[in-house]
Nanobody
Framework: QVQLVESGGGLVQAGGSLRLSCAASGSARSIDTMGWYSRAPGKQRELVATITSGGSTNYAPSVKGRFTISRDNAKNTVYLQMNSLKPEDTAVYYC???????????????WGQGTQVTVSS
């Protein structure tokens, strides 16, 4: 099992910045991809950014150039630096980790509890 704990959300004015962190614990050694997803009010959860254990990144078009995902494999922690925030970035942000389950020979997904980001205009 993997436990994910997010932190760093809050209220910020448009144009401001926030940094989210997500620390993985438990059976975190076999984690491959980690990422951030957002769920805005009335919408489905959607991808924000992902990063593999090797450092390859992927971003949603709406955040490319404004958000940066990074990772510290030694600390099993993933970060999301959010700059030039817009009101439409307001959402609950969830951390996700993808880990290979060698007992069942499959990939398992784990989710954090989410952290609220609110951007005021």
């Amino acid at each position: 099992q993997v436990q994910l704990v997010e932190s760093g959300g809050g209220l910020v004015q448009a144009g401001g910045s926030l940094r989210l962190s997500c620390a993985a614990s438990g059976s975190a050694r076999s984690i491959d991809t980690m990422g951030w997803y957002s769920r805005a009010p009335g919408k489905q959860r959607e991808l924000v950014a992902t990063i593999t254990s090797g450092g390859s990144t992927n971003y949603a078009p709406s955040v490319k150039g404004r958000f940066t995902i990074s990772r510290d494999n030694a600390k099993n922690t993933v970060y999301l630096q959010m700059n030039s925030l817009k009101p439409e970035d307001t959402a609950v942000y969830y951390c996700k980790a993808n880990r290979f389950n060698s007992l069942r020979y499959r990939w398992d997904d784990y989710w954090g509890q989410g952290t609220q980001v609110t951007v005021s205009s």
